[in-house]
């Protein structure tokens, strides 16, 4: 199972990768003792060998085999032996592309998953995006948790891919396909990837100058999330309050920014942690800006 942390690691197949960051929130435009937010996102990841459950003893003689090709590719692939690696996954995707047992469709499919993220890093971005697409086509009906995991990552390594190169619409639209497949799903790291395209979906609404549906996007963060105890949650619900609290100001809603702020503080104030104490501080520093110039 692999996990996805706002702002942390993830691991995916006992391979870590990091999540880095797409673009500054407009928090940037608050005062100086405002902490830094960033896009959550999930940076490259490099996907190994799952466990083998029983099966028939033809799938048990191939899945250490294709196993051992993804290991080998990976090993290449953290090395920077780009070429090598790339040319290990095709061979576990021509070898095995057809098969039918889970244990080799998972290794199809993780051969498939880096071989975008190596056709990205070789600046062949069509490509990538092709071969994500690929995982998607493939695997995305399948109710199986590996697999299910493996096009999550890839619909958000494209969304990653196509924001950085400008391709704001498109993005969207894979951060939409991102929350509808796994709006429903229970398992943590799912309902992290639905915070994060949600999240995203208003940051980019920011950049975009387009106040209210950003407001809309952080609310519906907020609505998802407030009630979540895992402590990730609590983050990005504390960074959604902070960007909805500059939409609605830059929309010249003064009451409804103060009362967010007021919320911010009455929510986290007792939140331990650097976080929580700066955004704190933020917040209440934006209530006296504002009610100093009378709003």
């Not at 690691?9 to 006992?14: A, D, E, F, P, S």
């Not at 993220?117 to 009906?141: H, P, S, Y």
């Not at 950085?164 to 796994?182: G, N």
Request: net charge negative.
């Amino acid at each position: 199972m692999y996990q996805v942390f706002l702002g942390a690691c993830i691991v995916l197949g006992g391979v870590a990768g990091y999540i880095g960051s797409v673009g500054k929130s407009c928090a940037a435009e608050a005062p100086s003792t405002a902490p830094s937010l960033t896009t959550p996102s999930m940076a490259p990841l490099i996907l190994s060998s799952v466990a083998v459950p029983s099966m028939a003893p033809s799938a048990a003689s191939e899945a250490p085999e294709a196993d051992a090709l993804v290991n080998k590719g990976v090993a290449l692939f953290q090395q920077g032996r780009l070429d090598g690696a790339l040319a290990l996954f095709n061979q576990v995707i021509l070898k095995f592309g057809k098969a039918e047992i889970l244990p080799l469709r998972v290794a199809v499919a993780k051969a498939l998953f880096n071989s975008g993220l190596i056709l990205n890093k070789q600046g062949r971005l069509e490509d990538a995006l092709a071969t994500f697409n690929e995982v998607v086509n493939k695997f995305g009906t399948s109710e199986a948790l590996p697999l299910r995991e493996v096009v999550a990552a890839s619909l958000v390594n494209k969304a990653i891919m196509l924001f950085r190169v400008q391709r704001t619409t498109e993005a969207m639209a894979v951060s939409q396909e991102l929350i509808h497949k796994f709006d429903k799903a229970k398992e943590l790291p799912f309902r992290e990837v639905v915070a994060w395209a949600l999240y995203n979906n208003g940051l980019v609404f920011e950049k975009a100058e387009h106040w209210d549906q950003a407001v809309a996007s952080f609310n519906d963060v907020i609505h998802r999330f407030e009630d979540a105890p895992e402590p990730v949650f609590r983050a990005v619900v504390a960074e959604s309050f902070v960007n909805k609290a500059i939409a609605l100001y830059k929309l010249g809603q003064w009451d409804q920014t103060v009362e967010t702020c007021d919320e911010i503080v009455f929510r986290f104030s007792g939140d331990q942690g650097p976080f929580f104490t700066g955004l704190v501080a933020w917040a209440r520093n934006w209530v006296t800006i504002l009610r100093h110039n009378g709003w």
